[in-house]
């Protein structure tokens, strides 16, 4: 069977990994090209994130805008994956029951013989397993071609999470923490390489937890790093998301010993109160948070760091939110996401008394925010006049006779030049600070 197939992808880069995944698994199986539109297409796919309150409903929102597609063309098939249907379930069928098949993030690779039993059995197919880390021995080499980008890609290294923070439900959707065999990463990232990549962000709900054999002894995370610095072609490693319970000294010191690992780190804090950190469930304090950042800028003077904050936890004082406040602004955070708590069916969280109004909360939002935009406008207007050496990644989405390339420091520059750029370095001097962008002028290409 050849088609078209059109996936729509909710949510982390984690899912942006899986949905190119499961591009690759139905070209290979079926032969379907990419679809402009649901409505072009044979296949539709719905790959879906649950960490956002309401995502369900969500899901079942855009379910219903091509509900009528398939009257229209009943041998279309329509696929539900991604943590949503890990934790619905059956359920999804049930509410929707003009739903073909539901997966789980570990069974994409299944999706094919998935859909082949319900064209031949006329009956949904469900599978949300958790097999481990089977599916990454089944999914076909990785491809640069076909990417936003070919200068960069990214690569899953470890599913899961076993942290059990009280307000997460990702180790209820994807599982326990599970690391992927090194000799995987590895030829993945050689294979990326070989097709012309030059960055590679490796990825993971808690990519430095990694553990793998690595000529017959167990290593870690910053092990792995230094074999992905050998790889001729790379030239530049990113990773996210990163877990403070994990963040080790050999970690801090390959930032220091590791040309090609970018001087940018994601390290999500969530809050600045003890208390709060507490209740989280995340297990280390702030005094613990700080001695990591301080060791990573010793290690690598000028290296950016940017975290993840959540507002408005059940039980927040304002005494625990300007513990928040304070903690972001001493440390700098360059690039910060910050979020209203999000309640999370089955997680412990759920069950706490939250006295706090959502108006109250909603404010905190804002001051935090505001001040985490003043501190990255800083940054920026720090940059203007300085040398970066870039990686072009390809036309600009604002003026696409113009390039748009990222910084080191993880800040997308846009700025006019001709010739062949896209996908190699440049040098560029940054001639100004716009809103959440550089301009720059090119110097020459290579640095």
């Known amino acids: 069977m050849a088609g078209k ?10 899912n942006e990994y899986d949905s190119e995944k499961i591009s690759g698994v139905l070209a290979a199986a079926e032969g379907l090209a990419p679809a402009a539109s649901a409505e072009e297409a044979d296949v539709i796919v719905f790959n879906t994130c649950s960490v956002r309150e ?21 041998a279309l098939m329509i696929a539900v994956g991604g943590c949503v249907a890990s934790q619905e379930g059956g359920a999804i069928v049930e509410r929707a029951p003009f739903v073909d098949v539901v997966f789980g993030p570990q069974t994409l690779h299944r999706l094919p013989e ?12 469900v599978d949300v397993s958790f097999p481990e880390i089977e599916k990454f021995d089944h999914l076909p080499p990785a491809r640069a071609e076909g990417r936003s980008s070919t200068a960069s890609a990214f690569v899953s290294i470890m599913e899961g999470c076993s942290k059990y923070c009280s307000f997460c439900v990702v180790p209820y959707t994807r599982g ?30 808690n990519v430095n937890a990694w553990r793998g054999n690595i000529d017959g002894a167990e290593q870690d995370f910053a092990e792995l790093l230094h074999y992905v610095n050998e790889i001729e072609g790379i030239e530049r490693i990113r990773y996210t998301t990163s877990h403070p319970r994990e963040f080790t000294q050999r970690l801090i010191d390959a930032h220091a010993e590791l040309p090609a690992l970018a001087a940018h780190v994601h390290l999500p804090v969530q809050s600045g109160s003890d208390r709060m950190l507490a209740a989280m469930k995340r297990g280390y304090t702030s005094l613990e948070y700080r001695s990591i950042i301080r060791r990573l800028r010793k290690a690598k003077p000028g290296i950016s760091i940017s975290s993840d904050f959540i507002v408005g936890f059940p039980g927040e004082t304002d005494a625990d939110f300007e513990a928040t406040l304070a903690l972001a602004r001493e440390l700098r955070f360059d690039g910060s996401y910050s979020f209203l708590y999000s309640r999370r069916p089955g997680t412990p969280a759920a069950e706490l008394e939250d006295p706090v109004p959502q108006a109250r909360k909603l404010e905190r939002l804002q001051r935090l925010q505001a001040q985490l935009e003043a501190q990255e406008r800083a940054v920026s207007e720090a940059m203007v006049g300085t040398l970066q050496n870039v990686l072009v990644e390809g036309p600009s989405k604002r003026n696409p006779a113009e390039f748009a390339a990222r910084t080191d420091n993880n800040r997308t520059v846009n700025f006019p030049g001709g010739g062949d750029l896209a996908g190699h370095f440049a040098a560029l001097r940054i001639t100004e600070a716009r809103h959440h962008s550089l301009r720059g002028e090119l110097l020459h290409a290579g640095y």
Do not use: W
């Open 5 to 14: 197939l059109f996936i729509r992808t909710f949510g982390c880069q984690m």
């Open 54 to 74: 309401k995502a369900q409903e969500k899901v079942f929102s855009d379910l219903g805008r091509v509900q009528h597609l398939k009257r229209t063309n009943p």
């Open 114 to 125: 998935l859909l082949a039993r319900r064209r031949a059995s006329g009956q949904a197919q």
């Open 176 to 205: 326990p923490e599970i690391s992927r065999p090194f000799d995987g990463v590895i030829a993945e990232i050689a294979g990326l390489a070989a097709q012309g990549v030059k960055e590679v962000t490796l990825l993971g709900q």
